[in-house]
């Protein structure tokens, strides 16, 4: 549906029209989003000046000509916000039946400041916007779908993959790593006419939600990264894991394509049932595989050598799954060398910021898996100068299995040959303090995540470091190891705090 739209709506001038501005079409008209959610219009505009080219369901992110989805939570109930969505131009605002049936009156006031608002009342408005994203992903029938899940490495895939494919295909991805119940949907509505491919991940932190979102996509093209222990404290075991992250084919059809990892002790009950093929992908695929440090991993496939610009095998394995997704879309191996050597590092993720400390930032996430990777790469590393600094922080959501984790972790940390070791968190401070050989001075231990935990790691490591000495930094996001490379890296390449 086409409709000119601009920012100065409608405020006060009785209209269901915007000001003059460029002709875009409704990414769903009216009878696409009430048919796709169950949805039952309250106040709006007609059909033919219903419009929406945007979704958001955080007001800031509320631009005009978008819609507004309030969502709610344990702690927080969105449709408090709706007044500052309304403010920032949302032309759509789905919300929750039982809050239009008590809050009539406070949306017929809204809609008389902001006649060309069309509210629209779902059962649940979270599974209103997951429905309205599956509604829209069935509107690019000639788009390649993929999905990538797994317990790690599902961000660093999709960006391999992307960049493999962005040689031969127009490709569209969730934006850092939107791949939650709500992210997914959200990253869904980026898809746009022009685009071929589609890679998305998806990822989930509860029982169910894996189903849901694949439901989203319906993906045609599933990776699983491996099967870990990342949020083994919601799903209660590996094997609850393995059955989570393999709902990703639960739309599959008979033309669909699974790539499941060669290695992983699970790929045997990833294939059962399966429709479709089965592609096992792994270090068979490759030859000449040499570690290059900091700088990355060379290897030979298919005769061609490449070279993946990340450390460590973790992200080299991540690259052979992608790499085995662009060989069924027919890509050369000249065409994903080009696509490897564009890679690049998200923020905390394998990231290397060289000065004359160089930190290695891996500190988006960390369960056990992908901390043991970061260590293993750690110990293998070879300086040629300076010395290695290891900065651990807690792993999160592992419930009963934290304590062991943690342990190991700290076991595993002694043999990298580090300087100096910094504990930080309640749960990997108190497994580094159990551990027999701890000495005050190559060890340090501190509890809690906060502004003084960081503070004493902080003045701790900027009396310890040297120039040519590597950190790596890895642990939970949440606790945001990344302000210690904020306070240190100026003051130990020369410049200001």
């Avoid at 394998?350 to 160089?358: A, C, E, I, W, Y």
Wanted: hydrophobic content about 45%.
């Amino acid at each position: 549906m086409e409709r000119v739209v601009g920012v100065e709506s409608s405020k006060g001038d009785g209209l269901c029209s915007t000001m003059q501005s460029i002709p875009q079409t409704s990414l769903l008209s009216l009878v696409e989003l009430l048919a796709a959610t169950g949805g039952t219009p309250v106040l709006g505009c007609p059909e033919k000046d219903f419009f929406f080219d945007s979704v958001a369901t955080d007001s800031r992110s509320a631009v005009a000509g978008g819609m507004f989805i309030p969502l709610v939570g344990e702690f927080q109930d969105g449709h408090k916000y709706i007044p500052a969505a309304l403010q920032q131009g949302a032309t759509v605002v789905l919300v929750n039946k039982d809050f239009a049936a008590s809050s009539l009156a406070l949306i017929q006031e809204w809609h008389k400041d902001y006649p060309a608002v069309t509210f629209v009342a779902v059962e649940h408005t979270m599974y209103g916007l997951q429905a309205a994203a599956a509604a829209y992903v069935q509107k690019f029938p000639q788009l390649i779908r993929i999905g990538i899940t797994g317990s790690s490495g599902k961000t660093t895939t999709k960006e391999i993959l992307a960049s493999l494919l962005s040689t031969r295909y127009k490709v569209v991805m969730n934006k850092g790593n939107l791949n939650s119940e709500t992210g997914l949907p959200l990253s869904c509505f980026e898809i746009r006419a022009h685009h071929q491919v589609g890679v998305f991940e998806l990822g989930m932190n509860r029982q169910g939600e894996m189903a849901e979102i694949a439901g989203v996509l319906s993906p045609k093209l599933g990776v699983i990264t491996n099967i870990g222990t990342a949020h083994i404290g919601i799903l209660g075991s590996k094997d609850g894991i393995a059955q989570e992250k393999k709902q990703i084919f639960s739309n599959f059809s008979q033309d669909s394509v699974a790539f499941i990892p060669a290695l992983d002790s699970y790929k045997d009950f990833l294939k059962e049932g399966l429709a479709g093929k089965a592609v096992e992908y792994g270090p068979a695929m490759v030859t000449k595989v040499q570690a290059l440090g900091l700088d990355g991993t060379s290897f030979e496939y298919q005769d061609v050598t490449m070279t993946l610009p990340l450390p460590g095998m973790a992200n080299f394995y991540d690259a052979l799954a992608a790499l085995a997704v662009a060989q069924e879309l027919g890509l050369t191996p000249e065409e994903m060398k080009r696509g490897l050597a564009k890679v690049q590092p998200l923020f905390g993720r394998s990231q290397v910021l060289r000065g004359d400390v160089t930190f290695i930032q891996d500190c988006y996430n960390a369960n056990p898996d992908s901390m043991e990777a970061a260590l293993d790469f750690f110990c293998d590393l070879e300086l040629t100068a300076g010395r290695k600094i290891l900065v651990i922080g807690d792993m999160l959501e592992l419930g009963a299995a934290s304590e062991e984790a943690h342990r190991k972790a700290v076991a595993q940390a002694q043999r990298t040959g580090s300087s100096l070791m910094v504990f930080l968190g309640d749960a990997m401070s108190a497994a580094a303090h159990a551990a027999d050989v701890f000495t005050a001075d190559t060890m340090m231990a501190v509890a809690g995540k906060g502004e003084d935990t960081m503070s004493q790691a902080i003045e701790r490591l900027s009396s310890f470091l040297q120039k040519g000495d590597v950190v790596l930094l890895k642990g939970s996001r949440g606790m945001g190891l990344e302000r210690i490379t904020a306070a240190l890296q100026p003051v130990v390449s020369g410049g200001d705090a």
